[in-house]
């Protein structure tokens, strides 16, 4: 007997955080499709409510919310009404982020602490009001954020983002040890190059094949990945396909940390193994 809600979502409450724009929406989109009802909060509401409306024509409960997560108590607000909105809460999603770019050199504490409260402080927010309503309810809950990369390489012009980015993953295992106990799941996806509205715009506007970039860096699937591409992962992660992990922070960069660094040095090598060095004759000094 086959199972059409084998992902466990079916009538789940959840909380998109960014979801109406790019990866976020994609995300949204797909827990829907999955038969989650979805609250989509975002900083810009007419994307929010845009998103709501799409999610309604899948023939779930949808709502939209509009707030800066940036900021404690607004995020503290999104939780609370969107829980209240849908009856409880159970899943969310969270996916806000942005880089500036300095050097270490030049970056100024603004920029610093602003790319900080982006890409970290807002996830202790999101997520330890999430947590706070999920263990009140007694239901527990599944959690996902969206990590980076460039939390895991250096990260030029970049170095805040960075640093963010690995403090989240940092964040994701201690959330997951801490809640554990109350049945609440956390887990986090790092994407490589993403071919965003945001990425593609930019691409576009320098007439840069994106696409071709990436075959010159070596990627392995030669091409950038689509925001559904990180969706998929996201939503199997809060799904019951992943009831039994937590902790961890799953790379999807389509096989670029599983290429070989050094592609000069290795057709270097390749070339010498055709031409090889003879081997002297028995005492004979070199």
Same mark, same amino acid.
């Given at each position: 007997?086959?199972?059409?809600?084998?992902? &466990? +979502?079916?009538?789940?409450?959840?909380?998109?955080?960014?979801?109406?724009?790019?990866?976020?929406?994609?995300?949204?989109?797909?827990?829907?499709?999955?038969?989650?009802?979805?609250?989509?909060?975002?900083?810009?509401? $007419?994307?929010?409510?845009?998103?709501?409306?799409?999610?309604? &024509?899948? *023939?779930?409960?949808?709502?939209?919310?509009?707030?800066?997560?940036?900021?404690?108590?607004?995020?503290?607000?999104?939780?609370?009404?969107?829980?209240?909105?849908?009856? !409880?809460?159970?899943?969310?999603?969270?996916?806000?982020?942005?880089?500036?770019?300095?050097?270490?050199?030049?970056?100024?504490?603004?920029?610093?602490?602003?790319?900080? !409260?982006?890409? +970290?402080?807002?996830?202790?927010?999101?997520? @330890?009001?999430?947590?706070?309503?999920?263990?009140?309810?007694?239901? *527990? *809950?599944? %959690?996902? =954020?969206?990590?980076?990369? !460039? &939390?895991?390489?250096?990260?030029?012009?970049?170095?805040?983002? &960075?640093?963010?980015?690995? *403090?989240?993953?940092?964040? =994701?295992?201690?959330?997951?040890?801490?809640?554990?106990?109350?049945? %609440?799941?956390?887990?986090? =996806?790092?994407?490589?190059?993403?071919?965003?509205?945001?990425?593609?715009?930019?691409?576009?506007?320098?007439?840069?094949?994106? $696409?071709?970039?990436? @075959?010159?860096?070596?990627?392995?699937?030669? @091409?950038?990945?689509?925001?559904?591409?990180?969706?998929?992962?996201?939503?199997?992660?809060?799904?019951?396909?992943?009831?039994? %992990?937590?902790?961890?922070?799953?790379?999807? $960069?389509?096989?670029?940390?599983?290429?070989?660094?050094?592609? @000069?040095?290795?057709?270097?090598?390749? !070339?010498?193994?055709?031409?090889?060095?003879?081997?002297?004759?028995?005492?004979?000094?070199?």
């Amino acid at each position: 007997m086959t199972n059409p809600d084998f992902l &466990g +979502l079916q009538g789940k409450p959840a909380l998109v955080v960014g979801g109406g724009f790019g990866i976020g929406r994609a995300s949204a989109l797909l827990l829907a499709r999955a038969g989650a009802d979805v609250v989509v909060a975002d900083l810009d509401g $007419d994307r929010a409510a845009a998103a709501a409306q799409e999610i309604e &024509g899948l *023939g779930v409960r949808a709502g939209a919310l509009t707030g800066d997560v940036t900021d404690e108590a607004q995020a503290q607000e999104i939780v609370a009404t969107a829980a209240d909105m849908l009856g !409880s809460l159970e899943v969310v999603i969270n996916m806000v982020g942005t880089a500036a770019h300095a050097s270490l050199l030049e970056v100024d504490d603004n920029t610093w602490n602003t790319d900080i !409260s982006r890409n +970290l402080t807002q996830h202790l927010y999101v997520g @330890r009001a999430a947590a706070k309503r999920m263990i009140s309810q007694g239901t *527990g *809950g599944r %959690i996902a =954020v969206v990590a980076s990369v !460039s &939390g895991l390489y250096g990260a030029p012009n970049h170095g805040a983002y &960075g640093a963010a980015k690995a *403090g989240v993953m940092a964040l =994701v295992r201690t959330m997951a040890q801490e809640w554990g106990p109350h049945g %609440i799941r956390v887990n986090g =996806v790092a994407p490589d190059m993403i071919a965003t509205p945001r990425i593609v715009a930019a691409y576009d506007e320098q007439h840069v094949d994106f $696409d071709e970039t990436a @075959r010159q860096d070596g990627a392995p699937l030669g @091409r950038f990945g689509t925001p559904e591409e990180i969706a998929g992962p996201l939503v199997f992660l809060v799904s019951d396909l992943a009831s039994f %992990i937590t902790g961890h922070t799953i790379v999807v $960069d389509g096989g670029q940390r599983a290429a070989f660094p050094h592609g @000069r040095s290795t057709e270097v090598i390749r !070339s010498a193994s055709t031409h090889p060095i003879a081997t002297p004759p028995l005492g004979r000094n070199t």
